[in-house]
């Protein structure tokens, strides 16, 4: 016996199915490789994580030894041209902070194997090409930092009475070290370059220094 449908329910039916298909949601592999979806390639978490966990040591380590040359520079270099001898502190302890950061880079982050010099020079291009401008920024927010460290003399000797009064030991020895010296402009302007240079270079490392040929699938028979 044959059911007859009325035209008018079988457009209802059409407007709101009763059962609406499933459109599954691609996945990774069939994602397209637009812009942004290549930019978050370049970021995977647990490669990233590891970069920035020996980027922090690397930045570390490389402050720590800028801080020594600039403060021995200093000695020597008179203090109106701190915007030049932090300039000169960066070159000198370049070459040896970019070896700690090769290995680091090499057998934390990126583990790769073999191939030691041509990484170990690729990394000194990575880090060459924004020696410049690292080294024009530094300089120039010294100077920025020193007039405006003149200008706010007095709410900066205010604050730091104020910090002194939380601190004992060596932690107020380094703060006098620093408030008292003719560097601090340098100090802070270095700090604030090395931070800014991390994305960078770990971009560049990742696509220059460590890039990795992909695999061939040989297909089976």
């Not at 690729?122 to 090409?129: D, L, N, P, S």
């Given at each position: 016996m044959a059911v007859e449908v009325s035209s008018e329910q079988s457009v209802d039916d059409e407007i709101r199915p009763e059962h609406p298909p499933v459109v599954p949601i691609p996945q990774d592999p069939f994602l397209p490789k637009g812009q942004l979806q290549r930019l978050v390639n370049l970021f995977p978490g647990g490669q990233f994580l590891r970069y920035v966990g020996v980027g922090v040591?690397?930045?570390l380590f490389g402050y720590i030894s800028f801080v020594i040359a600039l403060t021995l520079l200093d000695l020597v270099l008179p203090a109106r041209f701190l915007y030049l001898t932090v300039v000169v502190a960066s070159v000198v302890t370049m070459p040896f902070n970019i070896t700690v950061a090769y290995f680091g880079y090499k057998f934390f982050v990126f583990r790769t194997k073999g191939n030691f010099l041509g990484e170990w020079l690729?990394?000194?291009?990575?880090?060459?090409?924004g020696m410049i401008p690292g080294l024009v920024a530094v300089s120039a927010l010294t100077r920025f930092l020193q007039s405006t460290i003149h200008r706010h003399a007095t709410s900066l000797h205010t604050f730091l009475t104020s910090v002194e009064l939380h601190l004992d030991g060596r932690p107020l020895a380094f703060l006098h070290h620093v408030a008292n010296g003719r560097a601090m402009a340098g100090y802070i302007a270095g700090a604030v370059v090395m931070g800014v240079s991390t994305i960078y270079s770990f971009v560049g490392h990742k696509t220059i220094t460590f890039r990795q040929k992909p695999t061939l699938i040989e297909p089976s028979n």
């Open positions: 040591f690397n930045t690729k990394c000194f291009a990575v880090y060459g090409t």
